[in-house]
T-cell receptor, first 112, second 116 residues
Framework: ETGVTQTPRHLVMGMTNKKSLKCEQH?????MYWYKQSAKKPLELMFV???????ENNSVPSRFSPECPNSSHLFLHLHTLQPEDSALYLC???????????FGPGTRLTVT | AQKITQTQPGMFVQEKEAVTLDCTYD???????LFWYKQPSSGEMIFLIY??????QNATEGRYSLNFQKARKSANLVISASQLGDSAMYFC?????????????FGQGTRLTINP
């Protein structure tokens, strides 16, 4: 399998649930990213990892907790989310932080 | 102030015609990069084309070309001979920041619809 994969593709969770989003890249890239895409808003960068080290946290609430165990895998742990957190969550990777980013298909999250 | 401005929320074009999607940007950095992405209804963001701020020639990738006008801070995407499969959201993005701490800033997007 090639490219960037994300699971699950769709997720519905209650405000008291705990869930995790998974991203895996098969491109040999060293940088990975989480983005949030809400309706009628530009894509928002959430977190950046470069060689497994977090280099950017774009003022994201602590109910979102990223984890990068290695350069190929990135997780986003979710707990006590709010309805306004409902969005498309996109993962991306790049060979270098300044290079073009390749995106996964996204996880459509609905918080009820 | 918005760093990336895409003034066309939606565009409708006849198949086989060329289309230009507008993008203007705002930065005080000397070194930056400009990207265009396509997002079909499936949700995946597809990288199309890249232009570096020091590149003297406009970038081209197949039917895509980037009309880079540095003095005007514009980076318009031109799609030649449009196809039905080109219908999608298109996002302009700018890479800015210092080495090691760079990030992409995206515009609001333009929804392109190709009519048969």
């Amino acid at each position: 399998e090639t490219g960037v994969t994300q699971t699950p593709r769709h997720l519905v969770m209650g405000m008291t649930n705990k869930k995790s989003l998974k991203c895996e890249q098969h491109l040999g890239h060293n940088a990975m990213y989480w983005y949030k895409q809400s309706a009628k808003k530009p894509l928002e960068l959430m977190f950046v990892y470069n060689f497994k080290e977090q280099t950017e946290n774009n003022s994201v609430p602590s109910r979102f907790s990223p984890e990068c165990p290695n350069s190929s895998h990135l997780f986003l742990h979710l707990h006590t989310l709010q309805p306004e957190d409902s969005a498309l969550y996109l993962c991306a990777s790049s060979r270098r932080p300044e290079g073009e980013q390749y995106f996964g298909p996204g996880t459509r999250l609905t918080v009820t | 102030a918005q760093k990336i401005t895409q003034t066309q929320p939606g565009m409708f074009v006849q198949e086989k015609e060329a289309v230009t999607l507008d993008c203007t940007y705002d930065t005080s950095d000397q070194s930056y990069g400009l990207f265009w992405y396509k997002q079909p209804s499936s949700g995946e963001m597809i990288f199309l084309i890249y232009q570096g701020s020091y590149d003297e020639q406009n970038a081209t990738e197949g039917r895509y070309s980037l009309n880079f006008q540095k003095a005007r801070k514009s980076a318009n995407l031109v799609i030649s001979a449009s196809q039905l499969g080109d219908s999608a959201m298109y996002f302009c993005a700018m890479r800015e920041g210092i080495q090691g701490a760079q990030k992409l800033v995206f515009g609001q997007g333009t929804r392109l619809t190709i009519n048969p």
